[in-house]
Each structure stands twice: as structure tokens, then as C-alpha cells.
């Protein structure tokens, strides 16, 4: 048996394959091929899509599509796999696992970190790797069940991002700019602890012996002359139990928006250290095996919704969480209000 993509064979070929897809009685299958005749294909899932088919000699065994869009609108999951059929006389041997692993093998060269799918059943898609991620409505109006499998190595990708960050650090000149009024500089957050993934933000808690806003200025104004940077905000907390004032600056590098949001905490105030502290225990208690489950679950959390870095780390190394349904089921279980305080 071989693997073939139609967008990518010769035109006698694809004729041979339509012809075959003509066989399929199911309607999904049946609009499929009108996407084909009438080409549409790109225009309904998206650019750059692709047809996977299973072949034994020139029959058809299975076949799937990876593309971008699907029935479900969800703009930060890609690539689906859709459309997926096994002809009755080749049911039951499990083909379609071979299909899907060549899937999830394209998704991967193209840095996807997982393929989604979309279906009403209940137990059929686990089999070949699949975890279940959630249900929303579909385009039609009616619930879907959404599923999810690795791709890329997701080490790999946070890694790349990490290096990024990096990169933003030393441009950006941070870390000089507080320094050049006296001001301790601390790295916190997902990055000091390997746990950055696609979320753009870098975390410092700044220690100075007072608050002085004046000079608190000198160093964001020094920060802002860089022309990459195209936004800021300040909160003055310093009479608060919080004894801080927050800025934050947004820093454009390749195009991208990274958020950099820097602490300024009162040295000898309750929360001086206190988070570092927390960052030293959490990568103590890190493994690669459940690194990678928080990178997963911070890969597969919708760009719309805001979830404290804290929250991962606690489900994942407290509780055992590995899937997006239980961390989704933990958090309604655990509501977090204000600073969380938890540690390994």
C-alpha cells in the first residue's frame, strides 16, 4: 500500500482518485468531491490544504484531508484532519492509523505542535492517539467534539520560543536601563523556569530600596527610546498590600508583539523574593515528562482565555493533570481569585 496527495499528483492520477472518491456514499464524502470539481477545496478549509489517500494498487483504501479551517471556527487550533472514511471492504484493519500518522508527520514539518479533529464519536479516535480537548458549536450550530494529537515536539517549539525571548531581552535593553538607576533585575516567570510557549511574555520583578517614580521614569523612558517598542502602561501600587508599580511595554520584534511586563517591588516587602522562591521550586520539581504536559496544556489553552502561569504548574505537578479536559474540569475545581500562593 502506498500513501498519495491529490494536490500533488499528476492530472491522470487525480482523475483516478476522484473517480474512486465518486464510490463513497457518504454525504461528507459526497461534498468533497464537489469541493474537487468545482475547486473550492482551498476556499471552504483554507490555503495549502491537503488530500490524503491510502491506496492498494489503484483502489482506494482511506482517505483525509489537513487543512486549515473546519467546522469549527477556532483560529488558534490548526491543522484539522477532516473527512476521514475507510472503505467497508478495508474496515476493520485499522488503515486510517496510517493515514493519520502520515498527518500528523506533514502537520509536523510545517512546526504544527498538534493536529485537531472534530467529530460526534465518543471512543473511536483514542485508539490512535487522540485526547479529548472539549466540545463547542459548530458552524451548523450543533455541538462537536474536539480532539487533539501530537505533532512536532512541543520541547522543540517552546525552546525556539524561548531563544526568542531571549534575543527580545538583550534588544530591548532591559535589563542595563534598570541597572543604570541602582535597581536589582530578576527574571521570573515562565521563561526563567523553561515553561514559555506560544504566549508572548517575559516576566521581571525589579527590587529597588524605594519607589521612586521620578526615577522609576528614567529607566522606562531610557527602555521606550528603542523604536521596537510601541506601547506602555503604568499602575502605581505602591501604597497597596501589592508595595509595587507595574509597567508594562510591548516590543515588536519579526512582527510580532512580545508583552514585557516589569515588577517594581519595594526591597524587605512581603512579596521580595517570594516568587523567585516559587520559580526555584517549581523547576525543582520539574521532569521532562511533566514539562511537556504544561507546555501542552499552555499550547492548547485558546488565545482568548487568561490563565495564570501558577495554575499549570500546580494541576500538572499536584495533580496529576495531563489533558486539556481535566485541566479544564481541575480549574472549575480550583477558582483562583487574586495571587496565588501555591508551591511544590
Known amino acids: 500500500m502506498r500513501i498519495v496527495e491529490y494536490f500533488e499528483s499528476d492530472a491522470s492520477t487525480r482523475q483516478m482518485l476522484l473517480l474512486e472518491l465518486r464510490r463513497c456514499d457518504w454525504s461528507a464524502g459526497r461534498f468533497l468531491v464537489r469541493l474537487l470539481e468545482e475547486e473550492t477545496f482551498a ?6 490544504g491537503k488530500l490524503f489517500f491510502l491506496l492498494d494498487g489503484n483502489s482506494v483504501v482511506s482517505f483525509l484531508t489537513l487543512t486549515t479551517q473546519d467546522c469549527i471556527v477556532a483560529p488558534d487550533m490548526a491543522p484539522w484532519i477532516g473527512f476521514v472514511f475507510t472503505f467497508p471492504e478495508y474496515r476493520g484493519q485499522h488503515h486510517i492509523g496510517t493515514l493519520m500518522e502520515h498527518a500528523r508527520k506533514s502537520a509536523a514539518q510545517n512546526s504544527a505542535a498538534f493536529v485537531f479533529l ?4 465518543v471512543g473511536l479516535y483514542e485508539k490512535y492517539g487522540f485526547s479529548y480537548w472539549g466540545s463547542r458549536n459548530d458552524i451548523h450550530g450543533e455541538m462537536s467534539r474536539i480532539y487533539y494529537a501530537p505533532a512536532a515536539d512541543i520541547s522543540m517549539l517552546a525552546n525556539d520560543a524561548q531563544n526568542c525571548a531571549r534575543d527580545v531581552i538583550c534588544l530591548s535593553g532591559i535589563r542595563e536601563a534598570w541597572e ?31 519607589l521612586d517614580v521620578a526615577e522609576s521614569f528614567k529607566a522606562i523612558s531610557q527602555i521606550c527610546a528603542n523604536p521596537n517598542v510601541t506601547r506602555l502602561e503604568y499602575r502605581n501600587l505602591a501604597t497597596t498590600d501589592e508595595t509595587c508599580l507595574e509597567w508594562h511595554v510591548w516590543y515588536k520584534f519579526h512582527g510580532e508583539e512580545w508583552q514585557i511586563d ?31 504536559a504544561i507546555l501542552e496544556l499552555k499550547y492548547l489553552t485558546p488565545a482568548d482565555e487568561h490563565i495564570m502561569g501558577i495554575e499549570y504548574y500546580q494541576a500538572v505537578i499536584a495533580d496529576g493533570v495531563r489533558t486539556y479536559a481535566q485541566f479544564s474540569d481541575w480549574r472549575k475545581e480550583h477558582p483562583t481569585n487574586g495571587i496565588n500562593l501555591w508551591r511544590p
Open 43 to 48: 476556499k471552504t478549509l483554507g490555503g495549502d
Open 262 to 292: 516589569m515588577i517594581q517591588i519595594l526591597k524587605g516587602s512581603q512579596f521580595d523574593g517570594h516568587f523567585e522562591h516559587v520559580a526555584e521550586r517549581i523547576k525543582a520539581a520539574l521532569t521532562p515528562e511533566n514539562r511537556r
Open 118 to 121: 472534530a467529530t460526534n464519536h
Open 180 to 210: 543604570m538607576i541602582g535597581a536589582k533585575v530578576n527574571q521570573v516567570g515562565s521563561l526563567a523556569m523553561g515553561l514559555l510557549m506560544k504566549h508572548r511574555d517575559i516576566d521581571f520583578h525589579i527590587y529597588t530600596d524605594t
